[in-house]
């Protein structure tokens, strides 16, 4: 079991860390800081390159965290937070990633509230802190948390153009 949720970890962690290293940077097939800012503008945030600079480093933040197993409910917490917001972009697609759905970003809502609920494993830098186990009341916390930020997220950084009344 350990070695699945290492496996687990890695593979999620890397994934979240690089989609956030596309967001500010021209690596791993990135547009640049510039060209993050611009997919956040098309999605309806504002706040320009601030927002795709703080969505960059959360999702850096908690993937690298998540792949290291390091401070988990932390990690897990950002995990959801960021790849919900990516789940409400991509909403009005519907569910299939080949429609744009958001298919893929709720896998990894699922799969970080999956490792907040099991532990990161004995392959981990908290197991070798010696943190764990966790009270459990955290991986509720870190879910419930990584929800909610989402959430006031989207709802600070997204503007909508108002219509024009009749008349």
Known sequence: MDTGLLVLRLLTG???A?????????RLGGSGLAGGTEEFRHDGFRGGA???LAAGAGQIGSGLLLACGAL???ATAGTVGVM???VTVKWSHGLWVQ???YEYPLV???IAAALAFTGPGRFSADQALGLLPWAPWWPVAAVATGHHSAQGWTAASTW???RPGPG
């Open 72 to 74: 988990t409910p932390v």
């Open 84 to 86: 919900t917001v990516a």
């Open 50 to 52: 601030l927002t795709a």
């Open 18 to 26: 690089g989609h956030g290293v596309q967001k500010i940077s021209f």
């Open 160 to 162: 909508r153009a108002k």
């Open 99 to 101: 429609n744009d759905g």
């Open 108 to 110: 990894l809502v699922v």
């Open 14 to 16: 890397l994934l979240v």
